[in-house]
């Protein structure tokens, strides 16, 4: 039944990208920097469902925590892998964005400078899970350093953006300049596209992690009597 | 009311049962020597009454009360595998720390009665580092017992201890008993542990294989447990 | 209060521990050191850029060196498994961490002071212009160090590669704290005080210590005892 559900999410999901992909290519380019322009379509949406998945991480770390299932824990690991890629995903396009705009392949812009912060301190609750081999322990330490890094995600953004108004520096997607009505739709079907896609992943991460605590419980009764 | 029960208690590590369905009592003014081969679950289950790890299911309850209670750590003292004293400090020292952390009234002669009571009052000032192993244990046992603890609970208490620490380890196990107080030790040294115990439990694959009174017979042949309630 | 005692048996004891081995203190005053010189050769120095990059030389020279002293934090209670002593005894898990902090903070502030006065020499930058502002600085700025390299020595205890796991977790959390004690430290070693626009810089150094703290001294139970 669960592959179902994963199968038809990603179907609609891959079809609902397909069109939006076409729609997007046949908008007109934008006045100041042209056809580059449209990347927002992917670089907004990539940060704003890497930011729900931290929010699950952080919710499903707190679960973990009050009520010890492990269920939590799963959740929390797969949607923090997924979050981590799509927020990848929008470093890569920051970066492809502004070689095309200002020639550089990185610019310290607010957005961006945070999005690395923030993707360095999930990129920690990744190796703090590899240097933890008990499960029930790095379930229990992982999630501290989700909720850690979940609190941190708006001080560095505010913090980052106190910096930039005293150093002014390069700024992407500034907030001024007109966004068509029906460019603002494009976008909210692209941001629903994305969300399914990273429910899809997450649900495949889920299914594989579950898969991974039975073979090492199993691994343990084989080694242990 | 039994001073120490374990009630239904499993410990996972990950999906994987290292005890299953533990239910022990042991009664206050009793001593229960907790046995079983490597594996079996006594540290595990030891650490657990001690409140150092929590139980995946089930409860242990200590004098009435859950063993991380503020009251109930009071009252309880555990001899792990490592000694818990400072190296860099003196033996003095440490028993101070430790009479001021239990909030004694009078930590620093609490401290010297206890150096007295182990034979280490001529080195008080020594710094740990330079103690022997022998003397180690023995500051390991004080440290152990000089806020009076009710409950002791023992990892393994006679293992590498030289026959000095032996005997003060075992006058002070007997004093406590008569004063009322319970023990629960896991143990190796059948005969040390089978001299003192008036309950025994043998654990085996995580779970109780075998719970009753300590026989004179026991006592006499240590291997008899294992041999009728054990694997093999 | 009973709490406050035990905070400060606990600082006693690091304290005590540390001072008559030194090994810690030591290692990072001996890392800060060679720090300052290597950035010396690394860059072509003259009194005014020495002066522009003070603050972030050193801000990052006390993070680096904290961060080793950190690390001993909870790690020199694994000897002889006395933090499983500390766990047992009825002390809060909350007293424990406040205590080793306070202890770690005294040490960490005598290391910076040490790194100042090298500073002030090799570099030849005048830092005491501004001494009262560039004290509330450092105490603000250390507390942030602090508490991160004290909350995440406890994470990081029982794991292996430790020593390779605390850097690698705390500068990607102390980067909204560095950058703030650096922009407020920068005019000072210029000779000027705290302006208005800097000021702004110090609510949010005081929130990411005020809310860090909150939450590791909530959170510290979970993390000692599973």
Same mark, same amino acid.
């Given at each position: ?26 908008l ?23 930011? /729900? ?7 499903a770390?707190?679960?973990?925590? @009050?009520?010890?299932d ?24 920051g ?7 200002w020639? @550089? ?50 001080? @560095?953004y ?11 520096g390069?700024?992407?997607?500034s ?13 909210m079907w692209?941001l ?9 992943? /997450?649900?495949i991460?889920? $299914? ?7 073979l090492d419980?199993? $691994? ?6 | ?15 994987f049962p290292a005890?299953r369905?533990?239910r ?18 006594? !540290? !595990? ?20 009360n859950a ?8 009252s309880i ?13 003196s ?19 609490t ?27 023995r ?41 009322g ?16 115990? !008036? ?15 300590? !026989? ?17 | 209060?009973?709490?406050a ?28 050191l ?14 005014d850029?020495?002066r ?29 498994d ?12 909350s007293?424990l ?9 005294v ?9 100042? %006065? ?32 004290t ?36 005019g000072?070693?210029?000779?000027k005080?705290?302006?208005p626009?800097?000021a ?16 590791s %001294? ?9």
């Amino acid at each position: 039944m669960r592959d179902k559900i994963i199968y038809l999410l990603g179907a609609v999901s891959i079809l609902l990208l397909a069109r939006n992909i076409y729609l997007i290519s046949g908008l007109p380019g934008e006045e100041a920097q042209g056809a580059i322009f449209k990347i927002i379509f992917f670089h907004v949406p990539l940060a704003i469902t890497a930011l /729900t998945c931290a929010s699950v991480s952080c919710v499903a770390s707190i679960l973990f925590l @009050v009520k010890k299932d492990f269920r939590y824990d799963a959740v929390a690991v797969s949607v923090t892998e997924v979050g981590l890629a799509f927020l990848a995903g929008n470093l890569i396009t920051g970066s492809i964005w502004a070689r095309i705009i200002w020639g @550089v392949w990185w610019a310290w812009d607010v957005r961006l400078t945070s999005a690395l912060v923030c993707w360095l301190l999930y990129a920690s609750y990744l190796m703090i899970r590899h240097a933890v081999e008990e499960p029930t322990q790095r379930a229990r330490l992982a999630a501290v350093v989700s909720i850690f890094a979940f609190i941190d995600v708006p001080i @560095v953004y505010f913090s980052i953006r106190l910096f930039r108004t005293q150093h002014p520096g390069p700024v992407f997607f500034s907030s001024e300049g007109s966004f068509p009505h029906d460019w603002s739709m494009i976008l909210m079907w692209n941001l629903f596209a994305m969300f399914m896609l990273g429910a899809v992943f /997450t649900m495949i991460r889920l $299914r594989q992690e579950e898969t991974q605590r039975e073979l090492d419980s199993l $691994r343990r009764v084989a080694h242990a009597f | 009311m039994s001073a120490v029960a374990v009630d239904g208690v499993w410990k996972y590590y990950g999906d994987f049962p290292a005890l299953r369905d533990i239910r022990l009592e042991a009664a206050a003014g009793s001593c229960l020597a907790l046995i079983g081969r490597n594996g079996a679950g006594k !540290t !595990t289950l030891l650490r657990i009454i001690a409140g150092f790890s929590r139980p995946g299911k089930g409860e242990v309850r200590i004098l009435g009360n859950a063993p991380r209670e503020t009251a109930t750590r009071r009252s309880i003292g555990f001899i792990g595998h490592g000694i818990a004293v400072y190296d860099e400090l003196s033996a003095l020292e440490n028993l101070t720390l430790y009479a001021k952390l239990y909030g004694l009234a009078d930590p620093r002669r609490t401290a010297l009665e206890w150096l007295e009571h182990t034979g280490l009052e001529r080195v008080r000032d020594g710094l740990v580092r330079e103690f022997s192993r022998g003397m180690r244990q023995r500051l390991a046992v004080a440290r152990a017992f000089l806020h009076n603890p009710s409950v002791l609970l023992l990892d393994e208490p006679f293992t590498a201890l030289d026959d000095r620490a032996i005997a003060v380890l075992q006058r002070l196990l007997r004093e406590g008993l008569a004063q009322g107080k319970t023990i629960v030790m896991s143990t190796h040294q059948l005969r040390e542990a089978l001299e003192l115990a !008036t309950h025994v439990a043998l654990l085996n694959r995580g779970q109780v294989a075998f719970e009753g009174a300590c !026989t004179p017979e026991m006592a006499a042949d240590p291997g008899l447990v294992y041999a009728r309630y054990g694997e093999g | 209060m009973e709490f406050a005692r035990q905070v400060f048996v606990i600082a006693a004891k690091d304290l005590r521990a540390e001072l008559r081995t030194k090994e810690a203190i030591n290692a990072s005053a001996a890392f800060a050191l060679v720090i300052l010189l290597l950035f010396s050769f690394a860059f072509d120095l003259d009194p005014d850029t020495n002066r522009e990059i003070a603050s972030g030389l050193l801000w990052l020279v006390f993070a680096f060196a904290g961060t080793l002293l950190l690390n001993r934090s909870f790690a020199r209670e694994l000897p002889n498994d006395c933090l499983d002593a500390l766990v047992a005894a009825p002390l809060p898990a909350s007293a424990l961490f406040l205590g080793k902090s306070l202890a770690n903070y005294v040490l960490l502030l005598a290391i910076e002071l040490l790194s100042l %006065v090298v500073f002030g020499i090799f570099y030849n930058v005048r830092w005491t212009v501004q001494f009262g502002e560039l004290m509330v600085v450092l105490a603000l700025g250390t507390w942030a160090l602090t508490i991160m390299g004290t909350i995440f020595s406890a994470l990081t205890v029982n794991i292996r590669l430790r020593e390779v796991m605390l850097p690698i977790l705390i500068y990607p959390f102390l980067v909204p704290a560095l950058m703030g004690a650096i922009q407020l430290t920068l005019g000072l070693m210029a000779g000027k005080p705290i302006g208005p626009d800097t000021a702004s810089w110090l609510p949010m150094l005081i929130g990411f210590d005020v809310i860090y703290t909150a939450v590791s %001294v909530f959170l510290v139970e979970q993390i000692l005892v599973g």
